[in-house]
Structure formats: structure tokens, C-alpha cells
């Protein structure tokens, strides 16, 4: 098979990668580039495991080539740590909040959520909303209770003052 040539930003490195056109970009970012924060669940797109961030939209990562991201800007969650290792709002407020339990979800829930806070702060002043949001990834252990929270408590670190709605 032909492999093409393409480059990934990710996380502030460029990649320069051959890859099969059939790549996925969940297995060119944890075999090509190393980075196995991105977790493989369900491999159809419904668990949620593999979430990224792509030219800061979420998207599931196991569904989308790796060509098709050729220039594009990817956050995994090795990319959420500040350069100094502080962790971000959002991990911090997972730890503090327990909202995990066996970790496997904990990378894709933490990109959808960096994702939307980014997009729309204002999406944890809407229960519903937040709701459909965490409810788009699948958590087996923990529930959705302290992922929740640890959302809200998050988006109010990142902008204080911001009321802390549904707790």
C-alpha cells in the first residue's frame, strides 16, 4: 500500500508521519507519535475513550484518518498539563471531585469537556446542555454525578466569578 506523507501538529510538536491512507488518527497518535493518552474503547465512535481535540473541535478519534488531519492542531491530554506540569482546571477538578474511577474514559471525558469549556463557558449554566454534553461519553464506573461537577467546579476556576449551577 502507498503510504502518504503528512504533518501533525500535536500538542505544539509537529510529526512528520508516513502513514497508510487507512490510518486512523487515534492509532497514528498513540503508535506514530506516542502519545497513549488517547484511549481505544469501542473503535465505532460511540464510547467516547478516543476524544481530541482537532483545530479545537472534539472529535472522535478512531473515526477520522490520519490524512485527514494533515496540517491540522491537535490537543490530546498529554497537551492539557501547562509546559511547567500544572495541571489544567479540568484535572485538577477531576481529582478533587473524584470523578474517576479506573481511568479509561477519564482522557476522552477530559477533551470533550476542555473542548465545549472552551467553545461555550456558559454550556454549565445550562443543566441540560452539560447533561447531553457528558452523556455523549461513556463512563462505566464512576457515573456521571462527579464528572458533572467536576466540570462545573473546572469552568468556575477558569472563569471566577461564574456561578456553579445544578450542585
Known amino acids: 500500500m502507498t503510504l502518504v506523507h ?14 497508510e491512507p487507512r490510518r486512523t488518527l487515534a ?11 488517547t ?40 497537551g492539557l498539563a501547562g509546559a511547567d506540569g500544572t495541571q489544567h482546571p479540568l484535572q485538577a477538578a477531576f481529582s478533587a471531585e ?10 476522552g471525558f477530559l477533551m470533550l469537556a476542555a473542548g465545549a469549556l472552551e467553545a461555550d463557558p456558559g454550556v ?22 462527579a464528572i458533572r461537577r467536576a466540570v462545573v467546579a473546572a469552568a468556575g476556576d477558569q472563569h471566577p466569578g461564574q456561578p456553579e449551577s445544578g450542585r
Open 6 to 19: 503528512l504533518t501533525l501538529t500535536v500538542n505544539g510538536r509537529a510529526y512528520d508521519l508516513d502513514v
Open 27 to 37: 492509532d497514528a497518535l498513540r503508535e506514530d507519535c506516542g502519545l497513549t493518552g
Open 39 to 78: 484511549h481505544l474503547g469501542c473503535e465505532h465512535g460511540v464510547c467516547g475513550a478516543c476524544t481530541v481535540l482537532v483545530d479545537g473541535e472534539a472529535v472522535r478519534s478512531c473515526l477520522m484518518f490520519a490524512v485527514q488531519c494533515d496540517g491540522a492542531v491537535i490537543r490530546t491530554v498529554e
Open 98 to 107: 473524584h470523578a474517576l474511577q479506573c481511568g479509561f474514559c477519564t482522557p
Open 124 to 145: 454549565v449554566g445550562d443543566a441540560e446542555r452539560l447533561r447531553e454534553l457528558l452523556t455523549s461519553n461513556l463512563c462505566r464506573c464512576t457515573g456521571y454525578e
